[in-house]
């Protein structure tokens, strides 16, 4: 029979065992090899940790072992130890406390996925993950982070396969009570709660639960409140789930519900109030709203509350396409911040400004959240060097006049959390091992790899209706001696899950090759809602479902967390094939390299520019250098075929050869005649070498480079030191400089330059060519036409550098060199700017001139957006100079 209801019996730890409670209840055992190896040791035949976590340990242990163990001398040291390591992990001065430039006393992170373990299923892919890493990597450095984010009952979904290979997805209950989880409270003990007034006099109300990621916390909004109305309940249902209006109430409760709840938890806790706000894409940009409210209840105006706010936000896009970010119509989102919804005292038209697309091509019937959280933060990036190239030419139009390069969007690439991702065997290898040893290293995880996705293949096929009489080929399904291909990632159809089987029966001859086979294990999930992600999984399923191939090409569902770390470190090559630029980073790849993985990959995200020979190879990339997006189905049909014909060259020509390659010598099978197939649980037989050292010597050389070159670029620690060193500080020093007075006086000015700068003009140009050589100048006079301004409000520029057939100015190496105002206006009321530019370069060389607004407390030139350019083509010919010699 089926309970009606469902709660979890929560053990007495004996007064010795104590330390287990606050053991299970940090998630720092995620990533601690010691924490897991002591709960195991706390029931040695109850669930593996590494896939779940220690409090179904501590719930399904017998009292009588807890009383056992309570006595056993040698487990209450370990105990002891370990209890200690996580007392000085959260109490020590790590990295952040040594740092100079005085950081932030907090950093707010809001994200609407956190992916910290499998026993916290609150992720559906890269996004999620990296948001859990920067919060790890933020714990082991002392970063003071407080994480921000929705704790979803049925999380993102559980993936399963009909019988004919159809994704299905199910909706599990998650709760809170099992998982390590605790419920924020108020000093007197009654929960925290944050209420959102909605239209029609609604109120939705959450409560606060608080993980422990190390020394960072983690606070996670949840509407499932019986005050609730089912509607409303039901608004942190699942992650991405529902239509546009739920989409919009889980964003609003995230970032208007978020700085509440953050509030709040400095309140009970006296945790310092965050300086630096971080918002980790779009979905959380209404968190600036509401700070804007905060400012407005103490009387400040809206412009000002803006300036505010943005000194101390930063913003980071992982978006590579206009479709990819949420935007919601203008109409619902007026509804809900009008008189009768939230942000009571907010203007709604000032709010409908800030997610306005008012750039050429822009929809002006809806609300941009990308667009919102731009103008909310005074400093952005992306996620990738490449990323970032792709985020300033798609935002651009917010920046008119500017060219690409100059757009106020910097990048910091993404980077995973070894401790988490780095499988034990290779973090405890001595740096001096041998080939021997290391090749041997990589055999015993792939071995574990072949057993781990029997073990998955088999539990697919008995949900998929098979019986266990027809299943005895599961055990012949891989080998631990054969080339294994990973590729796992979410199914959007840019990341091109098909592509390996453009030509099918070229697919099929690499994985039966009778002296280089290679085998693929592929994972995946697609969003619900996408049929055409579907049926990509469905055709690759199907083919794997051939008896020819079953044996050498798996898919295995429900892809996750406690799959990936099996994944990563046993496969040998790690396969990526997006359209490019469409991957904004892409850290799947940087996980499996830490564990001495291999990667073939398009050239996108961070492989475009840490890719070297030595770490693995690059898939040409046919795209023309023009936006994937814009591509006709007949350009994209022609695309794929070539770069799927240029995996398979690199497959049969390069990558197989140098993994089977044992030394001097090698036999090769005798035509016609292959390896027999291995029995179940048998290794694949390989040839011994006749001479050389029986190793893939280049092989293993490959793996070394990859350890030890490109594994320290990738860690989340380096990425987490940049976003400190590069964003937060500087944000916290705004932060600190913007009190309301001076933001009030910043505000006026910016009003007063927006208002008086159709007012800027740029009069005659004179220059004075002293030689046409390399390093010669030209002198310059400039009239500018100031208007209502005065020219501290301005700089006037000359940029010069290099230009192409059409004149225009190239690279992001131009010169840019302010002009000095002369003393006084002349008769005309125009300014005469002056000063030398020195010809520092060969080649056809150009310039121009142009007028930007000026003040201290700009982050940047174009932060503004406004720029004054010679006004026509006549006088463009006067103001702007070309020397071709």
Not at 50 to 62: A, K, N, Y
Not at 96 to 111: C, K, L, N, T
Not at 131 to 150: M, Q, R, T
Not at 333 to 344: I, K, M, N, Q, T
Request: charged share 25%; aromatic share 8%; hydrophobic share 40%.
């Amino acid at each position: 029979m089926k309970a009606i209801r469902r709660f979890s019996v929560r053990p007495v730890l004996p007064e010795p065992l104590r330390p287990l409670g606050d053991l299970a209840h940090n998630l720092r055992w995620s990533w601690h090899s010691e924490t897991r190896e002591l709960f195991r040791a706390v029931d040695p035949d109850g669930p593996r940790v590494s896939d779940g976590d220690p409090m179904r340990v501590l719930g399904t242990v017998s009292a009588r072992r807890l009383e056992e163990l309570a006595e056993d001398g040698d487990f209450l040291r370990r105990l002891a130890d370990v209890a200690d390591d996580l007392h000085a992990h959260l109490t020590e001065p790590r990295w952040y406390q040594r740092i100079e430039g005085e950081p932030p006393a907090a950093v707010a992170y809001f994200s609407p996925e956190f992916g910290i373990t499998a026993a916290l299923p609150q992720y559906s892919g890269g996004l999620g993950v990296l948001a859990g890493d920067h919060l790890k990597a933020a714990a082991d450095l002392g970063v003071p982070l407080i994480g921000v984010g929705l704790l979803y009952r049925h999380g993102y979904f559980r993936q399963s396969l009909s019988r004919d290979g159809w994704q299905l997805e199910h909706y599990p209950v998650l709760d809170p009570n099992e998982m390590p989880l605790e419920l924020l409270r108020e000093d007197g003990g009654a929960p925290v709660r944050v209420e959102l007034r909605l239209p029609g006099g609604r109120l939705l109300r959450a409560h606060v639960w608080q993980a422990r990621v190390g020394r960072v916390p983690l606070l996670l909004l949840d509407s499932h409140v019986e005050e609730n109305a089912p509607r409303e309940r039901d608004v942190t249902d699942r992650l991405y789930g529902g239509g546009s209006e739920h989409r919009l109430l889980q964003e609003m409760l995230l970032g208007i519900g978020g700085v509440r709840a953050l509030r709040a938890y400095c309140r009970v806790t006296g945790h310092p109030e965050p300086e630096v706000f971080h918002t980790n894409e779009g979905h959380a940009g209404f968190l600036g709203l509401e700070r804007v409210r905060e400012l407005g209840e103490r009387g400040v105006s809206f412009d000002t509350a803006v300036e505010t706010v943005r000194a101390g936000t930063v913003f980071t896009t992982h978006t590579p396409v206009p479709a990819g970010i949420d935007r919601f119509d203008r109409a619902l989102v007026a509804r809900h911040f009008d008189e009768d919804g939230e942000l009571p005292g907010v203007d709604v038209d000032r709010v409908l400004e800030l997610g306005a697309e008012t750039y050429p091509g822009g929809d002006d019937g809806v609300f941009n959240m990308a667009v919102m959280g731009l103008r909310l933060a005074q400093r952005a990036n992306g996620v990738s060097t490449l990323h970032g190239s792709v985020s300033r030419e798609m935002f651009a139009g917010l920046w008119p006049g500017f060219d690409v390069a100059e757009v106020p969007i910097t990048s910091i690439t993404n980077g995973v959390h070894a401790p988490t991702w780095t499988a034990d065997e290779v973090r405890e290898m001595r740096p001096d091992a041998g080939d021997a040893e290391l090749w041997e290293l990589r055999r015993t995880l792939r071995e574990r790899l072949v057993r781990e996705v029997r073990r998955r293949l088999y539990d697919s096929w008995r949900q998929r209706g098979a019986s266990s009489a027809e299943l005895g080929w599961i055990d012949g399904v891989l080998d631990p001696d054969v080339l294994t291909i990973g590729f796992a990632r979410r199914v959007p159809s840019y990341k091109r899950l098909t592509l390996m089987l453009r030509d099918r029966e070229r697919l099929t001859e690499l994985l039966l090759h009778p002296t280089r086979p290679v085998q693929l294990v592929v994972a995946g999930k697609a969003h619900p809602a996408d049929d055409g992600g579907k049926r990509l999984i469905q055709e690759l399923v199907r083919f794997a479902d051939d008896p020819r191939v079953r044996h050498r090409i798996v898919f295995l569902p429900d892809y996750g967390m406690a799959m990936a770390r099996t994944l990563y470190s046993g496969c040998d090559v790690w396969l990526n094939n997006p359209l490019r630029p469409l991957e904004a980073c892409g850290t799947s790849g940087m996980k499996a390299a830490l564990n001495g993985c291999l990667n073939l990959s398009v050239p996108d995200g961070w492989w475009d520019e840490w890719y070297e020979p030595d770490f693995g190879w690059a898939i040409p990339t046919a795209d023309g250098g023009g936006p994937a997006a814009e591509e006709s189905p007949e350009d994209r049909e022609r695309r794929d075929d070539m770069e799927a014909a240029a995996l398979y060259e690199l497959l049969h020509e390069h990558v197989a050869p140098c993994f089977y390659d044992r030394g001097v010598g090698s036999p090769t099978p005798e035509a016609g005649v292959g390896f027999p197939m291995p029995e179940a649980g048998v290794g694949f037989p390989m040839p011994e070498a006749r001479g050389g050292s029986g190793l893939p010597e280049r092989w293993i050389e490959m793996v070394r480079q990859t350890l030890g070159r490109l594994g320290p670029k990738v860690p989340a620690d380096r990425m987490v030191r940049e976003y400190v060193e590069r964003l937060y500080i500087p944000a916290a020093h705004a932060h600190r400089a913007m009190d309301v007075r001076t933001a009030e006086r910043l505000a006026g000015w910016k009003a007063r330059v927006r208002a008086a700068w159709p007012g800027v003009a740029i009069g005659h140009v004179e220059s004075v060519c002293e030689s046409v050589r390399l390093g010669g100048s030209l002198s310059l006079r400039v009239r500018v036409t100031l208007g209502d301004l005065e020219p501290r409000d301005v700089e006037v520029q000359v940029v010069a550098g290099r230009v192409d057939a059409s004149d225009s100015i190239t690279g992001e190496d131009a010169l840019r060199v302010p002009l000095k105002p002369s003393d006084g206006p002349e008769e005309d009321g125009s300014w005469l700017y002056e000063g030398p530019l020195a010809l520092d370069r060969t080649g056809p060389f150009g310039y121009t001139v142009r007028v930007l607004p000026s003040h201290p407390l700009l982050a940047g030139p174009a932060e503004m957006g406004l720029v004054a350019v010679p006004s026509d083509d006549l006088a463009a010919r006067e103001a702007a100079g070309v020397l071709m010699r």
